[in-house]
Each structure stands twice: as C-alpha cells, then as structure tokens.
C-alpha cells in the first residue's frame, strides 16, 4: 500500500480495507516520577495492576482483534505472568520496548509486519478508558487515516519564555489536553516513521506529532476523550485513579431483568453472617427469590458469634455440607455503640472491636479454604465514617476504617486464588442498628436496606475486586419505606439493646 493511499484522508482513491485491528500497549514506563522501585503500570489500584486494568478494556472491545506489550526492560515476565491469570486471550506478543516512546512504536510496527491493519497506541497507565472511545476512534480510521482523542481544557494556558515570563494566550477554545489511544491506519503511521528515519534531528512526544511533521497533508482526526481517562503520572494520580475506580463500581453489573439475575444465581451458595435483620435480611430474601442457596447465619437466631472461629467454621460447614460449595461469604453481622471513648467501658470497647473487627477477619481466614475452590466473593461492609472519624463512636469509625484496608489488602493476597474482596460503602441506612442508636429520622434522609441488599447483590455478581463501592440514594429513594422497629434484642448483661443506644446484626 502507498502512502497516497492511505494519508489521503476522506477523499483517498480506495476505500480502506484493514484485515485486522492490533492494540499497541505502552507499558515501557520505569515509575520513577512515583518514586517506586517497580514500574508504575505494575502498581496495584483498585485490587488489579493498572495494566491489568488496561488490558481488561481492549480484550472487552469487540474492535480489537489483537493486542500487543510493550513492556518496561526486565518485565515482561511480569507481564507474561498477569495475562495468563486474567486470561486475556487477544493478547500475542508481550516484548520489551525502546529506550523512548518513538523508539517503542518503531519495534511495535516491526512485530506488527506488513499488511494493512488498523494499529491503536495506548498508554498502559491510563487504566480508566471507555469502550466508547475505542469504538469511536476505530470507526473514525474508515475515514482518516490518523486519530487522535483529546479534551477540552478547563484552564487557560499560557505560553512563557526562558525567564518564566508570558508571551503568549492562546484561545482557550481552540486547546485541547491530549489523550491516548491515538489510531492510525498502518501504512500512515509506517509511512511517517520512514520519512522520520532521514531526519537527524528527529523527535516527537507521540505518534500523532509524527504523523503532523512528516505528514503534513494528512488529517488527523480527534474525538472526545473523557476526564476519567487520566494518565497515572504523579503520585497524586494513583489515589485519583482509585476513587474514580470507585465511582465506576457503583454502577457494577446491574442486570436488567429478573431472568438475568436468576441465570446468574441459581446454582450458588451464600452464607450471610449477620442476616438475621437488616441488610443481611433483605439480601437473604433477595438472593432467595432469583434461586441462589442462602444461609443466613446471626447471633440472635442461630446462635453465631462472627468473632469465634469455631461458630465462623462449624457455619460454613453447614453450608457447604448442604450445596457442596461456597460461591460467596457476606459479613454484614455490626455493632454500633455511641459514647465518648474516654468514658467507655472497657467491655463495650471489646465488644466493638470484636464483633466489627474481629469478626470479619475470623470470617475472611476461614472462608478462603470454600472460596478457593469457587473462586468466589468475600463482601464486607464499611460506612462513611471510613473516610473521617466521627465524634462519640470514634471506635466505630475505626473499625469501619480498617475494614476497607482489609478488604485492599486481602484482595491483593488473594488474586492468584482467583478470589475477590470487595466492601460495600452505604449512605446512613435504615436499619435495626441505626434506629437503635439514632431514633427515628426523615425517610428521605436515609437509604433503604433493600435498596444496599440490590446493589450488593450486583456486586456478588460483578468480578470487581478490591473495590469500595459506594451506594446513594437516588431521587426517589425518599418515597420508600426508611425507618425500621427495632426489635429489642437481648444483651450478655440481661439490658436489652434499645437501653444503651446499641445495635447488633443490623447491616
């Protein structure tokens, strides 16, 4: 093919007829702006390596048909090794790339071979692209033979000179802040590395500044990219990133219709510690209705106690002698004491730590055996106060706190077992536990228990992992029902719970 053909934009001779559509991932970064010893494409956010994160959107992609590595100098087998447990199967080539970013497409162009194709490049660490931008882009190269995804910027940008003084603002309309991937059609973007080659003063920042240099006749197209696709640069960047994974996972899963879920569920097994009220209720009825096999386990009912690990054991057992398997382990068993904790009985501080604390550990070390052999789910449940203690149950907030580190923690453990973790993060719920502690509130201020049961339920069916997941109310959350009786449950001490502003096995 010529590069008359292939740069000629819309008005080229020959319609354009790629045999195939070859992602090019740039994982030659060394990390050293992170200031870590391992490249930051290897960095773990949100339960998976960013690249690993990356490499999921294109072997998602219906347009892909082939996906290439370029990986950092002595880490391909680390990249070898995260493919073959994610099971990418697009994936053909993983080989070190080149000292700079024009040097990594040049060996990319030579793996790739002759044959017209259309080749994306992008950068490993932007782990937060769109499906819709990959289709946008490839869709655009049967019209331009080049493509690049960009956005507007929110700030004006200056030009200065070598003292740091202005010389220039350009309109802030006409600017765009660069993204990934940038897509060409194979014979535009070898065409331009040829003419490259002659010249000695060669260099450019991406594919696309090559095209625009030693092309100069050939339309580059840009499509929308998005805010979310940043690029994890800074160490700022990876708790960006993490949050934004974060508000991505509170839309997991969501199947459409009850025929779905049924598919989904039937067949699996869930042992529910705390399910006795509240959101271990409402997501044991739940998961019942759409055929899962539901073993809800609670102090109050069966006598379990989620801080002793011969209650956690002889729990599971039940279960799984019953089904003969564990697909998922719920732990939404809490208790919720208010004071100060200058003044808090040393008992009530135990209790605390036991049963929120203690508690999901116990569950999580004797669980992984069952989930192993499933590859299932452990979901744990945090609340707001993770993010910022709060005053009269600060060790509440603590527990809560490190709940979420666990949840991090063990899914970073556990991802060579193939087991996920995941923490559901509600708004204040209408619960036993929250009635008993605050009294009756405002329906419209409070989520339902069976609006959290639903959205863990997606979560369960989601292969999320190492996640937060946020749940709010929507705008109609007010008009259900929000605020639940509290049953008064009876304490060790005889005082029943409603006494002493306390609640148990309410989540």
Known sequence: MTHEQTAAGPAGPQPWRPNRTVAVILAGGTGTRLGLGIPKQLLKVAGKPIIEHTLAVF??????????????????PDAERIVKQAGFRKVTTIVEGGDTRNATTRLALDVI??????????????????????RECVNALWTYSAVDVAIPSADTIIQVDEDDCITDIPVRSRLRRGQTPQAFRSGTIREAYRRAAGDPDFAATDDCGVVLRYLPGTPIKVIDGADENIKVTHPVDVHLADKLFQLAAAKAHRLADHRGYTEELTGRTIVVFG???????????????FGARVFPFSRSTTGTHVERADHVEAALKTAFDATGRVDHVVVTAGLLEKGALAEMAPETMDRLLQVNFVGPVTVARAALPYLRQTRGQLLLYTSSSYTR????????????????????ALADEWAEDGVRVNCVNPERTATPMRTRAFGAEPAHTLLSADTVARASLDVLLSGLTGQVIDVRRSGDEGAEPAVVPAPAEP?????????VGAGRDAW
Do not use: W
């Not at 399910?275 to 209705?289: M, N, V």
């Not at 304490?491 to 006494?499: I, L, W």
């Open 275 to 289: 399910g006795s009220y509240g959101i271990g209720q409402e997501l044991t009825e739940l998961a019942r209705r």
């Open 491 to 499: 304490r060790h001490d005889g005082r029943r719970a409603d006494q």
């Open 389 to 408: 203690g709060r005053a009269r149950y600060a060790l509440y907030s603590a527990t809560k706190a490190a709940l979420v580190n666990l949840t991090q």
């Open 113 to 134: 071979g002759p044959g017209d194709c259309n080749i994306l490049f992008h950068d490993a660490v932007r782990p937060l692209l769109s499906g819709r931008i990959i």
């Open 59 to 76: 072997e998602a992609a219906a347009e892909i048909d082939e996906i290439i590595v370029m990986m950092a100098a002595g880490h391909v």
